[in-house]
């Protein structure tokens, strides 16, 4: 293999010594450095990262490292046949400025087809042939395309555009010079370009090249159609380079004070309002109202096999919006984008320069900037004005992989569930996840079998014969017989009793005291996963109620001065570091109010293992820490105030000192201490961080039922004692108890869970949740999540069928797989690549699966549910006594059904689920029948009697169902509706039964 690569290489470097600079020859040295860099990479390699050698081109799916001497910026190379891939701030060894900033091409196709390439700056095009010659003209206009931009990196901090050109030989000289393949081919003139212009105008049938005028992801397939046909006009057929135009024209000057009129968008009329009083009317501040486009909601909007191209859809609203800014733009010099700081604020903003762009709103005479505002305050929106930065492509690809991700499962697993499981509407990578870990929680609880125990709980006394103090205390048996319990050493009432009468009958001491002291350090500041946490825990609100209330207090809210402002920072954050100034405002606080004891000697650091550091903003807090709660009380709504109480308080507390406990324990026993009893209480010694939670000012939040006083009350009892003390029992209880199952999930145990995993982002667990029971896959019951049997019916069948999309770990993985796209440390569309061939397979593998298959998998795995209903537990069908009862799927609607396996023959149904039914009001539970219902036989025919249901309500039919023949059937009323079913009151309906039909003789 080295040795062809060996003959490749130098085959190649032979035909274009022209084109490469004399300073940095293509040596089989260099080569080898590359080649051994590939072989031990010092990054792990991905799943995706792969390697492969097709005929003579190299091919590389990672990201290498190169020294620090090479300067310019690339992401894949191509040299004729020969393709190497390099990491991101890393460079070609063939220098010259050849390869300039951001050059990126598609991978390589087999078969030695045209290969498809996309640029920022320069382009150099060979044969795709056999022998691999590269135009040596077309190599030299890049050279001096190169050498005319001047330093790349100089011009980027400028805000500079970036040129643009590419080279290829026209078709008819490659015919005639067949023959002549081996040898260089001849150089042209400096003037190539305005002669291959010219040439393009009559060569209709050359392929014509992309525009860098397109999006920075070129692969999106945009909505507007004659946008692109534009870009083909303007770009005609040239077979050599063409100078493309800048791309974004980003600037990175302070925008603030205003030099001209500015542009300003941000995503919400609230926040819009605030800003605007901000800045002034140099400034109009205009609202995007969310994204501007999303992916079209029809299949095919992703299309792996078109390198993952997408249709992008934009919504009627959308073009009003849209419309607003570009007229607005007029005049404009500055088009400022102050979306969200994360992911799909970075998308926002990338998406409204789309948008524009191809309207044609941006003209020459305007700068973009790019701009985040982590607080709406006056300071914090004027300091980030001052400075502005360009779109990060890395956030924007990770949210471009996130998006077709989400989407392919989504379209690929939902049209299998509504064929396999009519009425289950859809699937998602996070949510299936979710869905699952509620689902096996309740499999698990199920399945779970209690064990009985005794705890034997005693009160002692202190003997004093003078004295009228309760000192009453608690104890707990742990040693009997002189052997230590465990929990399952007492499993009977017997053995309980026995114990209890013994205890009763002896004499107690104090057998041995230890006193400690423990500290208990302040929790961390909010993030978005704990902030929704406690939000349940103490205030009883969802998830998405809370992020609800939490944006509202972020966007503003108008004072009691009539000033609108921010009252929390960003809260969609993974970062727990709060900023230095910030951090001193906290501390003077606390040594005002609380004193000097309660500030921490050093102000402590917080921080989080963040998978990708550019979304680790601050934690969540006020932006004024001295906007006390109580200031605040007749201005938020009682929600919004306890929500904001909640975050100053844990603000204010996480710079705060340790609380310090004082601990007791006392060992009882008898004289041969065969016996022993424990007793063991605490008291706060210094409050610490926990004085915050009971000041004043967080009254909202305080928990009433606190049982403070009867610990200190213990503690003191027993902090009297001492060793030998002689002890008097007062009472003795043996307490039965029995195991317990695990908990259902609530809302915040499930997001801390799913965090724990790593599965989705705490931004999106709200959204996730609220999905479930939009889905009816859940209900919440006491903010408790409990799964329908739907939800259990979809998790069994794509933890059946879609094993790897289900497990968790796989789930988390791909977490930090799309985490490491944002970080620029993955290729997104590799990412997708090898994730679409594995799950693509699963998706064939499904769709050729039988309805009944999947009946069989339902019947074995939820057998003990579908069936406990039945009467003494027989699968015999009641109706044809030959049948077996079996979970069957309805072929109409959405229903699930008990029916006889002897369909068509036997059409006995034993027990519905979900069907039409289910819609029906909630007021009228027991109108619903189970049809046929067998209510007896008469008495003089043996025929039997079935109560039904049909369009016009409930009615009793004699006889059963059969060609050629029309039963006899009578309506039944809503008073003798309940008696049928409780009493099979026949007598009225068999006498109407046996009236003569219209027709009859």
């Given at each position: 293999?080295?040795?062809q690569?060996?003959?490749?290489?130098?085959?190649?470097?032979?035909?274009?010594?022209?084109?490469?600079?004399?300073s940095?020859?293509?040596?089989?040295?260099?080569?080898m450095?590359?080649?051994?860099a590939?072989?031990?990479?010092?990054?792990?390699?991905?799943?995706?990262?792969?390697?492969?050698?097709t005929?003579?081109?190299?091919?590389?799916?990672?990201?290498?490292?190169?020294?620090p001497?090479?300067?310019?910026?690339c992401?894949?190379?191509?040299f004729?046949?020969?393709r190497?891939?390099?990491?991101?701030?890393s460079?070609?060894p063939?220098?010259?400025?050849?390869?300039s900033?951001?050059?990126a091409t598609?991978?390589a196709t087999?078969g030695?087809?045209?290969?498809?390439r996309?640029v920022r700056?320069a382009?150099?095009r060979?044969?795709?042939?056999?022998?691999?010659?590269?135009?040596d003209?077309?190599?030299?206009?890049?050279?001096?395309?190169a050498?005319?931009?001047?330093?790349?990196?100089e011009?980027?901090?400028?805000g500079?555009?970036?040129?643009?050109?590419?080279g290829?030989?026209?078709?008819?000289?490659v015919k005639?010079k067949?023959?002549?393949?081996k040898?260089?081919?001849?150089?042209?003139?400096?003037?190539a370009?305005?002669?291959?212009?010219?040439?393009?105008?009559?060569?209709?049938?050359?392929?014509?090249?992309?525009?860098?005028?397109e999006s920075?992801?070129?692969?999106i397939?945009?909505?507007?159609?004659?946008a692109?046909?534009k870009?083909k006009?303007?770009?005609?057929?040239?077979?050599?380079?063409?100078?493309?135009k800048?791309?974004?024209?980003?600037?990175?000057?302070?925008?603030y004070?205003?030099?001209?009129?500015?542009?300003?968008?941000?995503e919400?009329?609230?926040?819009?309002?605030?800003i605007?009083?901000?800045l002034?009317?140099m400034?109009?501040?205009?609202?995007?109202y969310?994204?501007v486009?999303d992916?079209?909601?029809r299949?095919?909007?992703?299309?792996?096999?078109?390198?993952?191209?997408?249709?992008?859809?934009?919504p009627?609203?959308?073009?009003?919006h849209?419309k607003?800014?570009?007229?607005a733009?007029?005049?404009?010099?500055n088009?400022?984008?102050?979306?969200?700081?994360?992911?799909?604020?970075?998308?926002?903003a990338?998406h409204?320069i789309?948008m524009?762009?191809?309207?044609?709103?941006?003209h020459?005479?305007?700068?973009?900037?790019?701009?985040v505002?982590?607080?709406?305050?006056?300071?914090?929106?004027?300091g980030s004005?001052?400075?502005p930065?360009?779109?990060?492509i890395?956030?924007?690809?990770?949210?471009?992989?996130?998006r077709?991700?989400?989407y392919?499962?989504?379209?690929s697993?939902?049209?299998?569930?509504?064929?396999k499981l009519?009425?289950?509407?859809?699937a998602?990578r996070?949510?299936s996840?979710a869905?699952?870990?509620?689902?096996?929680?309740?499999?698990e609880?199920?399945?779970f079998?209690p064990?009985?125990y005794?705890?034997?709980?005693v009160?002692?006394?202190?003997?004093?014969?003078?004295?009228?103090?309760?000192l009453?205390?608690?104890?707990?048996?742990?040693?009997?017989?002189?052997?230590?319990?465990?929990?399952?050493?007492?499993?009977?009432?017997?053995?309980?009793?026995?114990i209890?009468s013994?205890?009763?009958?002896?004499?107690f001491?104090?057998?041995?005291?230890?006193?400690s002291?423990?500290?208990?350090?302040?929790?961390t500041?909010?993030?978005?996963?704990t902030?929704?946490?406690?939000a349940?825990?103490?205030?009883?609100?969802?998830?998405?109620?809370t992020?609800?209330?939490?944006?509202?207090?972020?966007?503003?809210?108008?004072?009691?001065d009539?000033?609108?402002?921010?009252?929390?920072?960003?809260i969609?954050t993974?970062g727990?570091?709060?900023?230095?100034?910030?951090v001193?405002?906290?501390?003077?606080?606390?040594?005002?109010?609380?004193?000097?004891?309660?500030?921490?000697?050093?102000a402590?650091?917080?921080?989080?293992?963040?998978?990708?550091?550019?979304?680790a903003?601050e934690?969540?807090?006020?932006?004024?820490?001295c906007?006390?709660?109580?200031?605040?009380s007749g201005?938020?709504?009682?929600?919004?105030l306890?929500l904001y109480?909640?975050?100053?308080?844990?603000?204010?507390?996480?710079q705060?000192?340790p609380?310090v406990?004082?601990?007791?324990?006392l060992n009882?026993?008898?004289?041969?201490?065969?016996?022993?009893?424990?007793s063991?209480?605490?008291?706060?010694?210094?409050?610490?961080?926990?004085?915050?939670?009971?000041?004043?000012?967080?009254?909202?939040?305080?928990?009433k039922?606190s049982?403070e006083f009867?610990?200190?009350?213990?503690?003191?009892?027993?902090?009297?004692l001492?060793?030998?003390?002689?002890?008097?029992?007062?009472?003795?209880?043996?307490?039965?108890?029995?195991?317990?199952?695990?908990?259902r999930?609530?809302?915040?145990?499930?997001?801390?869970?799913?965090?724990?995993?790593?599965?989705?982002?705490?931004?999106?667990?709200a959204?996730?949740?609220?999905v479930?029971?939009d889905?009816?896959?859940?209900?919440?019951?006491?903010r408790?999540?409990?799964?329908e049997?739907?939800?259990?019916?979809?998790?069994?069948?794509?933890?059946h069928?879609?094993?790897?999309?289900?497990?968790?770990?796989?789930?988390?993985?791909?977490?930090t797989?799309?985490?490491?796209?944002?970080?620029?440390?993955t290729e997104?569309?590799?990412?997708?690549?090898?994730?679409?061939?594995?799950?693509?397979s699963?998706?064939?593998?499904?769709s050729?699966v039988?309805?009944?298959?999947v009946?069989?998998?339902l019947e074995?795995k939820?057998?003990?549910?579908?069936?406990?209903?039945l009467?003494?537990?027989?699968?015999?069908?009641?109706s044809?006594?030959?049948?077996?009862?079996?979970?069957?799927?309805?072929?109409?609607?959405?229903g699930?059904?008990?029916?006889?396996?002897?369909?068509?023959r036997c059409?006995?149904?034993a027990?519905t689920?979900?069907?039409?039914?289910e819609e029906e009001d909630?007021?009228?539970?027991?109108?619903?029948?189970?049809?046929?219902?067998?209510?007896?036989?008469?008495?003089?025919?043996?025929?039997?009697v079935?109560?039904?249901?049909?369009?016009?309500?409930?009615?009793?039919?004699?006889?059963?169902?059969r060609?050629?023949?029309?039963?006899?059937?009578?309506s039944?009323?809503?008073q003798?509706?309940?008696?049928?079913?409780?009493h099979?009151?026949?007598?009225?309906?068999?006498q109407?039964?046996?009236?003569?039909?219209?027709?009859?003789?």
């Open positions: 293999m080295i040795l690569l060996h003959r490749t290489f130098f085959s190649t470097t032979t035909t274009s010594s022209s084109s490469v600079p004399s940095h020859p293509l040596s089989f040295c260099h080569f450095l590359q080649f051994r590939i072989q031990t990479p010092p990054i792990a390699l991905a799943p995706h990262a792969t390697s492969s050698l005929g003579a081109t190299v091919q590389f799916r990672t990201r290498l490292l190169f020294p001497r090479v300067t310019a910026k992401h894949a190379t191509s004729g046949n020969f190497l891939q390099f990491a991101l701030n460079t070609t063939f220098g010259g400025g050849v390869f900033r951001r050059f598609r991978p087999d030695g087809k045209q290969k498809k996309q700056a382009v150099v060979g044969k795709e042939k056999d022998g691999g010659a590269v135009n003209a077309a190599s030299k206009e890049v050279d001096n395309a050498a005319s931009e001047g330093s790349l990196g011009k980027k901090k400028k500079s555009s970036r040129a643009a050109a590419s290829e030989e026209d078709e008819k000289s005639k067949t023959a002549k393949q040898k260089t081919t001849s150089t042209q003139e400096d003037g370009v305005e002669a291959s212009k010219k040439s393009s105008k009559g060569n209709k049938k050359k392929d014509s090249k992309k525009s860098l005028t920075a992801i070129e692969e397939t945009e909505n507007s159609a004659s692109k046909d870009v006009k303007k770009n005609g057929n040239s077979s050599l380079i063409e100078e493309a800048p791309l974004w024209n980003f600037t990175y000057k302070p925008l004070p205003p030099t001209g009129k500015s542009v300003v968008v941000v919400s009329v609230t926040k819009a309002k605030v605007k009083r901000y002034g009317d400034y109009e501040v205009l609202p995007s969310g994204h486009r992916l079209a909601a299949s095919g909007s992703v299309r792996p096999d078109d390198d993952f191209s997408m249709v992008w859809e934009v009627s609203p959308a073009w009003t849209l607003s800014i570009k007229v733009l007029s005049g404009a010099e088009l400022i984008l102050a979306s969200d700081p994360d992911r799909e604020g970075e998308a926002i990338w409204i789309e524009l762009q191809q309207q044609g709103a941006l020459d005479n305007i700068s973009l900037a790019r701009v505002f982590h607080e709406i305050t006056e300071k914090s929106i004027k004005l001052q400075t930065r360009e779109i990060d890395n956030l924007v690809q990770a949210y471009l992989a996130r077709a991700l989400d392919l499962i989504g379209f697993i939902s049209p299998l569930l509504w064929r009519p009425g289950c509407q859809s998602g996070v949510q996840a869905l699952s870990l509620i689902c096996d929680r309740e499999m609880i199920d399945e079998k064990k009985e005794w705890i034997v709980e009160q002692l006394k202190k003997k004093e014969l003078r004295s009228n103090k309760n009453t205390f608690p104890a707990h048996l742990t040693h009997f017989d002189s052997k230590k319990l465990n929990q399952f050493s007492i499993t009977s009432d017997t053995e309980a009793r026995d209890q013994t205890i009763n009958s002896a004499d001491h104090v057998v041995s005291l230890k006193k002291k423990s500290r208990r350090n302040p929790p500041p909010y993030i978005t996963s902030l929704q946490q406690d349940a825990n103490k205030l009883h609100f969802t998830a998405s109620h992020m609800k209330l939490a944006q509202k207090l972020y966007e503003g809210v108008e004072l009691s009539g000033i609108a402002v921010g009252l929390i920072t960003y969609r993974d727990l570091h709060i900023s230095d100034e910030v001193a405002s906290i501390r003077s606080l606390i040594i005002e109010r609380y004193g000097q004891d309660f500030v921490s000697q050093s402590p650091k917080y921080y989080k293992k963040v998978k990708n550091a550019q979304e903003h934690a969540i807090r006020p932006t004024d820490i906007k006390l709660p109580s200031m605040l201005i938020l709504d009682g929600e919004s306890k109480t909640l975050i100053w308080s844990r603000t204010v507390s996480c705060m000192g609380a406990f004082e601990q007791i324990q009882i026993g008898n004289p041969d201490k065969s016996i022993i009893l424990r063991s209480s605490s008291r706060v010694e210094f409050p610490g961080y926990r004085a915050v939670f009971t000041d004043i000012v967080t009254e909202a939040v305080q928990d039922d049982d009867s610990r200190d009350q213990t503690f003191g009892v027993l902090n009297s001492k060793t030998g003390d002689p002890l008097h029992v007062v009472q003795t209880e043996p307490n039965q108890h029995h195991t317990q199952p695990p908990p999930y609530s809302e915040a145990s499930l997001v801390k869970k799913l965090e724990e995993l790593g599965i989705g982002r705490p931004s999106t667990y959204s996730t949740i609220k479930l029971q889905r009816n896959y859940v209900t919440v019951k006491s408790v999540l409990s799964p049997f739907r939800g259990c019916m979809v998790s069994a069948f794509l933890s069928h879609f094993s790897e999309v289900m497990d968790y770990g796989f789930t988390a993985d791909m977490e797989e799309l985490d490491n796209v944002s970080g620029g440390l997104w569309k590799g990412l997708l690549r090898d994730y679409w061939t594995r799950f693509k699963y998706c064939e593998r499904t050729n039988h309805i009944h298959q009946e069989k998998m074995k939820f057998g003990d549910y579908l069936f406990a209903s009467p003494d537990q027989s699968r015999v069908c009641p044809c006594m030959e049948g077996t009862l079996i979970f069957k799927v309805s072929r109409f609607g959405a699930y059904f008990i029916g006889c396996d002897q369909h068509p059409k006995y149904i027990k689920l979900y069907g039409t039914e909630a007021s009228q539970p027991n109108s619903r029948v189970e049809e046929p219902k067998l209510l007896g036989v008469t008495s003089g025919s043996y025929e039997k079935l109560l039904k249901s049909g369009p016009y309500g409930v009615y009793v039919q004699l006889g059963e169902d060609k050629g023949y029309i039963p006899k059937r009578a039944v009323s809503h003798d509706y309940g008696s049928l079913i409780t099979c009151c026949l007598y009225k309906y068999d109407l039964l046996y009236l003569p039909i219209k027709g009859e003789k």
